[in-house]
């Protein structure tokens, strides 16, 4: 890193930093001794507990009670960051954190589901970010975040005729405290959630798109779901690759066909009782060892010869948080100003030794 270098403290502000994706981040972060980061929340409680539990870390920790709705208050923790991370539970905090990031002359990573909301308000940003020499990226994390990335980690030894990756992700939903703004952000998801891939360089929709993978968790293939992602896009318009697609793996028959159909129905009529529906049904029938697998199929353009990618780990929030710092790291050490997402960002070979120096597999 350029500052660890120049020997110069890293500052960095994590927004969410209690929350399971945010302490991991956190934590990762503090692994570097030049690393000051300041980790935001609205409860104290909450951050007392995040500082005794990284006591001993390497690099510096300070907290501070924030509600990302307080403008004042986010651009005061904010105002002396080199990159500001947001891991909060809505969604809808990526585009007002980036904006005020920019606008004190900052870089932003978000880690937030990706949405074609989102990504209108985050392209506006563009000239901002090239005046001010920042960079706002985003999608960042597993999913979105890793699969465009195995896609051009693979292209680098030649181009593919066809790619397409799926993730599949176990949590004990039962053992965590994830926020009721979290589960009701994660029922928009799925609300919002495009069944499209792209097929010759064409965008098609439709459920008809499905895909099996197997992912080596000794349970053969599984047919899994399409899910437009940015990066995705981004992948078919630069002609990277003309057929392409991420595919999302289920939680069990009961999940899939039961819970999820209702509360889709119960979303229209009261997005709380969604909510409850669908945090019941993941505490209740989908709580299982975690773990996280993304799987690439490719076939080479010269040939049609098959290349396959397992990227793995038994923690789902460790492969959410790994590519989030590596991509940190990289924006410090290679700043290219503008709005990206991770996958589109980053330089692959590196980055996908990052991870493996974190533990996470890349059987290529
Ligand atoms: N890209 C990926 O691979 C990936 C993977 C996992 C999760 N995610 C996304 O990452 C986000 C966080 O997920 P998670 O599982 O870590 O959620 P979580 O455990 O519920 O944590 C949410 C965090 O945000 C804080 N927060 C919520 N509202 C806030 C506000 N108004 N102001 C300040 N802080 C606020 C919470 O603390 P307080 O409530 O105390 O304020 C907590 O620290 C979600 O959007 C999720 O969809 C992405």
New binding site residues.
Partial sequence: MRRLLKNIALRITV?????????CITRFLLNDPSCEVTG????DT?LRQLTSSLAGSPGSLQTRV????SEAHVLEAMSSADVVVG?????A?GPVLADLAVRCGTSYLG???SSETKWAKLRSMQEACVEKGVMVVD????????PAAMVRYAAMDGPLRSAWVGGKFALPWND????P??IA??VA?IESMQPAVFKNGKKVRGYRHARAFDFEIGRGAETCTPMFLEEIGELARSGTVASTGFFIGGFGRLVDYGIFPLSMGLVKLNRRWASQVMWWGLRRLASEAPYGVLILDAERASDGSPVRIRVSHAD??V??AA?AVATIRQMLSHPKPGVWTQAGFVEPQSFFESLQGWGIKVDA
Avoid: K
Wanted: proline share 6%; net charge negative; hydrophobic share 35%.
């Fill in positions: 927004f969410g930093a209690t929350g399971q994706a945010g302490r935001c929340s609205r409860s909450r924030v509600d990302v709705a891991a909060t539970s809505q969604s905090d880690i937030h589901l999608d960042a994390g597993a999913h979105p975040g890793l965590l405290d994830v926020t703004a979290t952000d994660f998801e789902p929030y492969l959410t590519p």
